[in-house]
């Protein structure tokens, strides 16, 4: 039995079989990689998503406490959705200020050219605020910096978002940037930005600025004059929300804000409690 196993072999007669075999392993691995790459990229998608039902405050709150920075962009929901699902297009960039040059006056071809392969996000415990003459926050509101610093985080996203949606009639309807739109079309922007989840990225300030061996993702934005930073970096979507948090936080990061920060982290946990009440009540998607 084994000679005749041994003559087939030195024949090739299961050469045909083990190339068959080999074709089938090859043809399965190759399925494998691509359901393992949909599965990555569709991981993070389906997990943003199931996080729009929990509030704001509770990873506000843990960003607190683990002394990460909270960077917001306001868009329209389509584009919301695609940053969710594939991360930034930075080809984008500069178009929701072109399109939308009717909203924004004479100097919108030079904002556009600035912005041009560019992603806008605003700052966070940084923000010196669009409604300061001063670069430090504290010395022009003292004890409600904080108040500024929060609606001006708010403001400048919903006001993106506000003509993200402009720049999506404007296309719809084959009208040019300089093209006016009516009233109704700016009056339903106003409230589609409102209801719009912003985006939130989470770095650290040494990632921002490139501290401690980390390479500087972002700039200052000086279109929004202290307010926001600017990369040239496609951002990716692991990087969104409490899924950007929980893969991203490191320890002694966490333990060394923990340690010189009590304060902050006091505020944090408060608001963690907060965001975790109104999930439990069905609000997080509101809050």
């Given amino acids: 039995m084994g000679n005749c196993i ?4 030195d024949y090739g007669v299961f050469e045909p079989l083990v190339s068959v075999v080999q074709e089938t392993a090859q043809f399965f691995a190759s399925c494998s990689a691509r359901v393992q790459k949909v599965a990555e990229e569709a991981f993070p998608f ?12 509770v990873l506000l709150g843990l960003c607190k406490i683990t002394g990460y920075e909270v960077l917001r962009h306001g868009t329209s929901w389509s584009s919301y959705l ?3 699902q594939h991360g930034v297009d930075l080809s984008r960039g500069g178009e929701t200020t072109e399109m939308a040059a009717c909203q924004i006056g004479p100097n919108v071809q030079e904002y556009a050219t600035n912005a041009r392969r560019k992603f806008y996000v605003t700052r966070d415990t940084e923000d010196t605020g669009m409604f300061s003459p001063s670069d430090d926050l504290h010395k022009t509101f003292g004890v409600f910096s904080s108040v500024v610093s929060d609606i001006s985080s708010c403001v400048i996203p919903s006001y993106h978002a506000f003509l993200a949606y402009i720049k999506e009639y404007k296309k719809l309807n084959g009208l040019g940037p300089k093209d006016a739109v009516p009233l109704w079309v700016k009056k339903a922007s106003q409230v589609c930005a409102i209801f719009t989840p912003k985006i939130r990225f989470i770095y650290s300030l040494e990632e921002i600025h490139g501290r401690a061996g980390y390479p500087a993702v972002f700039e200052n934005d000086r279109e929004y004059e202290g307010a926001a930073y600017r990369t040239s970096e496609s951002l990716p979507n692991h990087r969104i929300g409490l899924l950007g948090l929980a893969m991203h936080a490191k320890r002694e990061h966490i333990l060394t804000h923990i340690a010189n ?5 006091a505020l944090g946990v408060a608001q963690v409690a ?3 009440l109104l999930t439990a009540v ?4 509101v809050y």
Avoid: E, T, Y
Wanted: with cysteine; net charge positive; glycine share 12%.
């Fill in 6 to 9: 041994q003559h087939c072999i």
């Fill in 274 to 276: 907060l965001g975790v």
């Fill in 282 to 285: 069905g609000l997080g998607i």
């Fill in 261 to 265: 920060n009590p304060g902050r982290v």
């Fill in 46 to 57: 389906a997990a943003q998503l199931a996080s729009l039902f929990v509030s704001n405050h």
């Fill in 82 to 84: 695609s940053i969710l």
